[in-house]
């Protein structure tokens, strides 16, 4: 079975409070134990020194799906849809990238 990777990166339409993304990062780091199929997952805010590369991306999200299906299932996951609505209204722009791992992490 391949694992996929899913990697986004958010880019807020104004300055955000440290609180709204505190709860942010919060509901994403519950994901794996609310949405099968997850072998691991990151989040955090941008500290990159390339600043000169953000344009303004200051959220970024990494989870490591056990397969294809597993990724395909997250998408209209309840808790994905929550997390989703929850962004609306801070959000400007988003950037989705998915694929295939090659070499998987071992579990």
């Not at 099968?36 to 990151?42: Q, R």
């Not at 500290?47 to 597993?70: P, V």
């Not at 609505?85 to 070499?103: K, R």
């Amino acid at each position: 079975m391949t694992a996929y990777e899913h990697l986004v990166v958010f880019r807020f339409n104004q300055p955000v409070p440290a609180a709204t993304t505190d709860a942010l990062l919060s509901a994403l780091r519950e994901f794996p134990a609310q949405i099968p199929g997850i072998l691991a997952l990151s989040a955090g805010l941008n500290e990159t020194e390339e600043t000169e590369n953000a344009h303004g991306y200051s959220l970024g999200l990494r989870i490591t799906f056990e397969s294809l299906e597993a990724l395909r299932t997250y998408r209209p996951h309840p808790r994905h849809l929550a997390f989703v609505e929850s962004l609306d209204g801070l959000i400007d722009d988003v950037i989705v990238m998915d694929y295939a791992m090659t070499n998987p992490p071992p579990p």
